[in-house]
């Protein structure tokens, strides 16, 4: 285990968490335009006495203090991700520094049929931050975590049985990188922006994180609310999963709430600006340094946003939210596009039309992106290019499209996942017909709403959906399936 740098230990992070606890409540908002305005409603801070001051203050004290828990003697060598978890975190980002610490409340319930006495946490703060692991506490316990990869693994010190309840406690520091190369522009700061990608502790399955290409080696199941608190350094404007619902009046502390998300990403500057339009009852939103083309994006986005949402159906979310990021490529994550610093106009459309698409496969409709590539992948690109007329060819041979991204070389995953994988389901929609094809979609989408599925559960629902034997034709791209 990597020792802390005397430039930031952690005890001097956890203290700057500490100063940053206060209570952040939203300013209020009603009527009917409250879903929209309260993406950008101003906040209060609230540094005095109060009845809900007291009742955090009292329930951060009994998760440090808990004695009482549901988790009873034994070892049954099994975790899951069928638990559902909310996640509260408390986070101090030195933007100078670039230094992240901190700590995230994990109040997780068993839902996986059978006991667990270990819970699995995915964060690229492992392989790419140099991640020290602090205290860490199960109800109130003190426990030895472990790491593994990107994977920080929790001992539960016994079994929580099914439909049981634990609290989760663990602390962390990490460094953001400076370069945007190979991996890297997942966690760095580079370009003016610090770039944060699935650095929360999340509740996963062990993933390996090297991989020969591009593709995303994870997967997390939907949270049904996440709190986050940052205290940095110096005043910084952020793009978040969440909505901004706290300020503090010197611009250092910022709360933000999410619900119904797979992830919490954020990009932090000290000179961004945004502007938005609304498409239908959403607001997209824009966020970028000045030199990058948000005006170009922003136009983009509302003409393919109100394609999505007639193929695919209704965003349920009230704010979607595109960001320059520090570099790297274009990437999804829950409510939030990232477009990268160096983003090449005649792409623009494509990639921002692209990683949108991704808040229905994904977002909506997860799957394990590491071993199931195909069940998102290809159906965003394929929605994607017939959006905006843009089909084309492979430029690799015929390849099986059941595989895991490590299977895949780094010069023909993009041509055999998006290319291959999206042309075979547009093939589909050809021949069963447009409408009956994004029919089927809608109903697919409907009935696995933020859950997890698998590359079968997508050809079942457009086969079924069907009197043409649509399996034959793809039996020879999935052999392990049929």
Known sequence: MRTLRATRPLAGILAAISAASVLLIAAPVAGPGAASAAATAPATLVVGPSTAASAALAHSAAVVAATA????????????????????????????????????????????????????????????????????????????????????????????????????????????????????????????????????????????????????PFVTPVSPHVHVVIRSDVPLRYATTGKLT??????????????????????????????????????????????????????????????????????????LTLSESAGGYGMEGPNTVWLPHSMASANLRYLVTHEMTHQWFYGLVGNDQARE??????????????????????????????LAIYRYSAGCYYEDVYIQGGNLLDDARRAMGTTRFFTAIRGYITAHKLGIVHTRTLLDALDAATTLDLRARWLARFPSLY
Request: hydrophobic fraction near 45%; glycine fraction near 8%.
């Open 373 to 402: 590539p195909f069940a998102d992948e290809a159906m965003t690109d394929m929605v994607a290019r017939y959006v905006l007329g843009m089909r084309r060819s492979s430029a690799c041979s015929t390849a099986r499209l059941d």
């Open 69 to 216: 828990t549901a988790i009873v003697p034994g070892s049954v060598n099994r975790t899951s991700i069928a638990i559902s978890a909310t996640y509260d975190a408390s986070i101090y980002l030195g933007y100078l520094n670039r230094h992240l610490g901190g700590r995230v409340t994990i109040v997780a319930t068993n839902r996986s049929g059978a006991g667990i006495d270990r819970v699995e946490l995915n964060t690229v703060m492992g392989p790419l931050g140099g991640l020290v692991l602090g205290t860490s506490t199960v109800d109130g316990r003190t426990v030895r975590p472990a790491r593994s990869d990107q994977t920080i693994i929790v001992p539960l010190g016994g079994v929580l049985p099914d439909a049981a309840t634990a609290t989760i406690v663990v602390r962390f520091s990490a460094t953001l990188r400076t370069s945007t190369a190979g991996s890297s522009w997942l966690f760095a700061r580079a370009n003016g922006i610090a770039d944060l990608y699935r650095w929360l502790p999340w509740v996963s399955r062990r993933t390996p994180f090297a991989r020969p290409n591009f593709g995303d």
């Open 246 to 319: 706290s300020r503090s009046a010197d611009q250092l502390i910022a709360g933000f709430d999410a619900s119904d998300v797979r992830d919490f990403i954020v990009t932090a500057s000290r000179d961004t600006a945004s502007r938005q339009a609304t498409v239908g009852s959403t607001v997209i939103r824009v966020v970028a340094r000045s030199g990058f083309p948000a005006a170009a994006v922003l136009t983009a986005a509302k003409a393919s946003f109100a394609k999505l949402q007639a193929l695919l159906g209704p965003y349920p979310y009230p704010l």
